[in-house]
């Protein structure tokens, strides 16, 4: 079993597409979440992942981050197509809870 360990203060700046590799960036924007109840938001068009920074702690915000991974995931690869959207946004809560909680149990690192 893998030790405990700390979540990174940084999140990622780069999501990979998991069929050419060509980058989204993530970028923080405030008041997603006082305006539009978002704390992410993911733009395939210009392939930018938005994340609100006013989440409350590093594991909130990594949970958002890999929850806007898996929506960059499902669309790149076609899937999104196969899910209604409750679907979809189900599936990427469960994405990001359960890889956040691999990076606390140490199992998982990102760069």
Known sequence: MASKAKLPSKLPSL???PITGEPYKVSFKEGMLANADLAGITDHGIKEV???PCEETEKIR???FWHEFFHVFLF???LHNLLSD???ETFCD???A???KLMEQGFLQVK
């Open 15 to 17: 999501i990979p597409s």
């Open 98 to 100: 359960y890889l956040t």
């Open 94 to 96: 469960a994405f990001g």
């Open 50 to 52: 938005l994340i609100d």
């Open 86 to 88: 409750k679907e979809e």
């Open 76 to 78: 790149e690869t076609g």
């Open 62 to 64: 990594f949970q958002v």
